[in-house]
C-alpha cells in the first residue's frame, strides 16, 4: 500500500499484481517519492493491507475524500503466479510445502479446498460494498497506469519487477481446472467482466 496526502491517494496492493513495480516507481520521484514514504509509515500498516484497513486507520472522512487505486489480475493468471512466487522464492512462509507438491495440479486442488482468498477482498468491506475508486487491470497495467499518474502530474515508467519464470499461463490449465477457478473466484471474474468467458478464449 501507499498513502500520499499531497496527492490525495491511496494505492491498495493486491499480492503478486504487479504493486511492488508500482510502489518502486512512485517511491523513486525526488521529494514525492520520500514524502509519500513518510505518508505510508505513519499508518503502520503492512504492504498488502486491505482497503477496509487502510479507511480505518485513515480514517473513513479523509479516505472518501482521497482517490483508491488497485490492480486487478485475471485470477487464472494470479493463481499461476501465485504458485510460482511460492515454489521460486525461497522465504516464501510456504515455499517447502509448494516444493512438496507435484505441481500445479495439486497446488490448485489445495488452493481451491483450503485457502481461497479472492481480490475482491482487498477492495470491499464487510457487506461487500466497494472502496476502491479507481480499478486497473494488470493485462493493460503500462498504459493505465500512466494514465492515472499522469493526470495527477507524476512522470513515471513502469519498471517490471519480482515476475515468476513462467510461460504462458494457459499452458498450466485443461478445461476442467479453468471452470473450477471460474467457479470459486466468481467474484473476481464478474469484476473484470469476464463472467462469459471460455477457456477457448484465452489460446
Given at each position: 500500500?501507499?498513502?500520499?496526502?499531497?496527492h490525495r491517494f491511496?494505492?491498495?496492493?493486491?499480492?503478486?499484481?504487479?504493486?511492488?513495480?508500482?510502489?518502486?516507481?512512485?517511491?523513486?520521484?525526488?521529494?514525492?517519492?520520500?514524502?509519500?514514504?513518510?505518508?505510508?509509515?505513519?499508518?503502520?500498516?503492512?504492504?498488502?493491507?486491505?482497503?477496509?484497513?487502510?479507511?480505518?486507520?485513515?480514517?473513513?472522512?479523509?479516505?472518501?475524500?482521497?482517490?483508491?487505486?488497485?490492480?486487478?489480475?485475471?485470477?487464472?493468471?494470479?493463481?499461476?503466479?501465485?504458485?510460482?512466487?511460492?515454489?521460486?522464492?525461497?522465504?516464501?512462509?510456504?515455499?517447502?510445502?509448494?516444493?512438496?507438491?507435484?505441481?500445479?495440479?495439486e497446488y490448485l486442488?489445495?488452493?481451491?479446498?483450503?485457502?481461497v482468498r479472492t481480490?475482491?477482498?482487498?477492495?470491499?468491506?464487510?457487506?461487500?460494498?466497494?472502496?476502491?475508486?479507481?480499478?486497473?487491470?494488470?493485462?493493460?497495467?503500462?498504459?493505465?497506469?500512466?494514465?492515472?499518474?499522469?493526470?495527477?502530474?507524476?512522470?513515471?515508467?513502469?519498471?517490471?519487477?519480482?515476475?515468476?519464470?513462467?510461460?504462458?499461463?494457459?499452458?498450466?490449465?485443461?478445461?476442467?481446472?479453468?471452470?473450477?477457478?471460474?467457479?470459486?473466484?466468481?467474484?473476481?471474474?464478474?469484476?473484470?467482466?469476464?463472467?462469459?468467458?471460455?477457456?477457448?478464449?484465452?489460446?
Amino acid at each position: 500500500m501507499l498513502v500520499s496526502h499531497s496527492h490525495r491517494f491511496v494505492f491498495v496492493h493486491v499480492y503478486k499484481n504487479a504493486g511492488t513495480s508500482i510502489r518502486r516507481s512512485l517511491l523513486g520521484i525526488p521529494g514525492f517519492g520520500e514524502q509519500c514514504s513518510r505518508d505510508t509509515r505513519l499508518l503502520g500498516l503492512p504492504s498488502h493491507a486491505s482497503a477496509d484497513r487502510i479507511r480505518e486507520e485513515l480514517g473513513a472522512e479523509v479516505y472518501d475524500s482521497y482517490e483508491s487505486f488497485a490492480v486487478l489480475r485475471n485470477p487464472w493468471d494470479w493463481q499461476v503466479s501465485l504458485y510460482r512466487f511460492m515454489l521460486e522464492y525461497e522465504k516464501h512462509r510456504q515455499h517447502e510445502f509448494a516444493k512438496s507438491l507435484s505441481g500445479f495440479p495439486e497446488y490448485l486442488d489445495w488452493r481451491l479446498a483450503e485457502e481461497v482468498r479472492t481480490q475482491k477482498g482487498f477492495l470491499t468491506d464487510s457487506s461487500g460494498k466497494m472502496l476502491v475508486s479507481t480499478l486497473l487491470k494488470f493485462e493493460s497495467l503500462s498504459s493505465d497506469f500512466e494514465v492515472f499518474c499522469r493526470a495527477r502530474g507524476l512522470d513515471v515508467k513502469l519498471p517490471h519487477l519480482n515476475s515468476s519464470k513462467r510461460g504462458d499461463w494457459v499452458t498450466y490449465y485443461d478445461s476442467s481446472m479453468f471452470e473450477r477457478v471460474r467457479e470459486v473466484f466468481e467474484e473476481d471474474v464478474e469484476l473484470l467482466g469476464l463472467k462469459d468467458a471460455s477457456f477457448d478464449d484465452f489460446k
